[in-house]
C-alpha cells in the first residue's frame, strides 16, 4: 500500500476534472471494508474490488482500510480508527464505503461521520445505498442526513425537557443529591475544639455545609418554650 503519511501525488496530465481533487491534485479515495468473522468464509476481498472498480472508472487513487473479525457493534475498529485518523488530517478526498452498515454501527454514528466529513471538505460514497456526495443528487441526499440529524437532536432535547418539567411537577428534586454528613460527628469534634475546616476534613463535606448542618440541628432545640 502507499505511505499513509505521505502527500497525495501529483495528477498526471491529461486527467479529467473527475480524477482531481479540489486542491487540484489526484483524487485519493480511502476505501473501507468490513466482515464480522474471518474464520467463516467471510473475507473484505468482494466488497474491495467493487469499490476498486468504482474509484478506477473514476480515475481515483486508492488507499484500503480493511477490518476482518470485527463486529459493527464495537466501537474502536483498527483500520477505521486508523482512516478516520487520516481523513482527519485531509490525507484523502473521498471516503468509499461498501454498505452504511460495514461503515457505521449506528445511524447516528453514520450521521456524526457524515457531518464530520463535510466540515473536512471530504466527499461520501455508499455503493450499494447509491449515495455520492460527487454528485448533484448525492449532495441533496447528504444535506437531507444533515437535516435528519438536526431533527433528531431537536426531538432529544424536547424530550428531555418535558421529562424534566414532569418531574418538577411531581416533586422530584432534580440535581446532585446532597451529601450525608453526621451531625453528631460534627458536634463532637467541635467540642473537642477542632476547627471548622478540620471538622469539614473529618466529615467529608466543605465548612460552609458542615457550619449549616450544625446550626440546622441546633435550631429544634433552641426553638423549644417550656411548659
Given amino acids: 500500500f502507499e505511505d499513509r503519511d505521505a502527500d497525495p501525488p501529483t495528477a498526471t ?47 481515483w487513487s486508492t488507499e484500503i482500510f480493511a477490518d476482518a473479525g470485527y463486529s459493527g457493534s464495537k466501537v474502536n475498529r483498527p483500520e477505521l480508527d486508523c482512516m478516520m485518523a487520516l481523513a482527519r488530517r485531509r490525507k484523502c478526498d473521498v471516503v468509499v464505503v461498501y454498505r452504511f452498515d460495514r461503515f457505521a454501527r449506528s445511524l447516528k454514528q453514520l450521521l456524526d461521520a457524515l457531518g464530520e466529513f463535510d466540515a473536512l471538505g471530504i466527499q461520501f460514497v455508499s455503493l450499494h445505498e447509491n449515495v455520492d456526495t460527487t454528485t448533484p443528487q448525492g449532495r441533496l441526499l447528504f444535506q437531507i442526513f444533515g ?42 469534634l467541635r467540642a473537642r475544639g477542632e476547627t471548622w475546616e478540620r471538622v469539614a476534613l473529618r466529615v467529608g463535606v466543605s465548612r460552609a455545609t458542615a457550619v449549616r448542618l450544625l446550626k440546622s440541628s441546633q435550631k429544634p432545640a433552641s426553638g423549644r418554650r417550656s411548659k
Fill in 147 to 188: 437535516a435528519i440529524a438536526e431533527f433528531e437532536r431537536s426531538l432529544i432535547r424536547e424530550r428531555v425537557c418535558s421529562g424534566l418539567a414532569h418531574a418538577r411537577s411531581k416533586g422530584i428534586r432534580l440535581g446532585r443529591p446532597r451529601r450525608v454528613a453526621d451531625v453528631q460527628k460534627i458536634r463532637s
Fill in 13 to 59: 496530465a491529461g486527467a479529467g476534472e473527475e480524477s482531481r481533487g479540489a486542491r487540484g491534485k489526484e483524487v485519493i479515495a480511502f476505501l473501507y471494508a468490513r466482515v464480522s468473522t474471518s474464520d467463516k468464509g467471510q473475507d473484505p476481498a468482494m466488497q474491495l474490488r467493487e469499490m476498486q472498480e468504482f474509484s478506477g472508472r473514476r480515475g
